[in-house]
């Protein structure tokens, strides 16, 4: 079971990004969806989540430029970034909850991380 994200970039101010991680493996019912990013010095702070009834929430900083949605029958979740701001990049890491076949656990996975810069 893994999780593999893509899209990251380098972009200009004011453009966009599209993020999408995939779950691969034997899962079963995946929960809450989700991106985290982290900046060099800085914690990993919550972008945005989906939960499996595509209710959404997101951070402040991101709310109306960002777009979070999933894909349950694909097991993906995408990130749509529009409005990209310098203070946005980061290293953005996909995140799922659920248990996985094997062990049957609920728990926390992650993905690898991509890696976003906005500059011009």
């Known amino acids: 079971v893994q999780l593999q994200a893509s899209g990251g970039g380098l972009v200009q101010p004011g453009g966009s990004l599209r993020l999408s991680c995939v779950v691969s493996?034997?899962?079963?019912?995946?929960?809450?969806m989700a991106w985290y990013r982290q900046a060099p010095g800085n914690q990993r702070d919550m972008v945005a989540v989906i939960n499996n009834d595509g209710g959404a929430r997101y951070a402040e900083s991101v709310q109306g430029r960002f777009t979070i949605s999933r894909d349950n029958a694909e097991n993906t979740v995408t990130l749509q970034m529009n409005g990209l701001k310098p203070e946005d990049t980061a290293v953005y890491f996909c995140y799922a909850h659920f248990a996985d076949i094997a062990s049957m656990v609920e728990r926390d996975w992650w993905g690898q991380g991509t890696q976003v810069t906005v500059s011009s």
């Open positions: 493996g034997d899962v079963f019912l995946i929960n809450d």
